[in-house]
Nanobody, 123 residues
Framework: VQLQASGGGLVQPGGSLRLSCVVS????????IGWFRQAPGKGREGVSC????????YYLDSVKDRFTNSRDNAKNTVYLQMNSLKPEDTAVYYC?????????????????WGQGTLVTVSS
């Protein structure tokens, strides 16, 4: 199983980025993909999650109304559209997958992880 996250970069406050996560080799019929982030000197936190079968989503309170999670099942890809970015969104963003209908904000409940993509929000 491989997850490939991409789309990070440097953006000014108020700007936008779209992260992508491509999943390959995962044979389960149902699964969820979560987005996590880890800022320098801080612990990992769950940002968003989407169930690939039904599209049910979860968002961290601090990103609601700014981030949008979407999926393209044909491409085994999820996207995290991040708008109105703030300096506190600066972190390495990871995608991960778990064989479940249900989303979770807890990292240990995910089996496979991508390599991470760095998002830096700074003027």
């Amino acid at each position: 199983v491989q997850l490939q996250a991409s789309g990070g970069g440097l953006v000014q406050p108020g700007g936008s980025l779209r992260l992508s996560c491509v999943v390959s080799g995962f044979t389960e019929d149902y699964y969820a993909i979560g987005w996590f982030r880890q800022a320098p000197g801080k612990g990992r936190e769950g940002v968003s999650c989407i169930n690939m079968s039904y599209g049910v989503k979860y968002y961290l309170d601090s990103v609601k109304d700014r981030f949008t999670n979407s999926r393209d099942n044909a491409k085994n890809t999820v996207y995290l559209q991040m708008n109105s970015l703030k300096p506190e969104d600066t972190a390495v963003y990871y995608c991960a997958t778990r064989a479940s209908y249900y989303c979770s904000a807890l990292g240990p409940q995910y089996s496979y992880w991508g390599q991470g993509t760095l998002v830096t929000v700074s003027s």
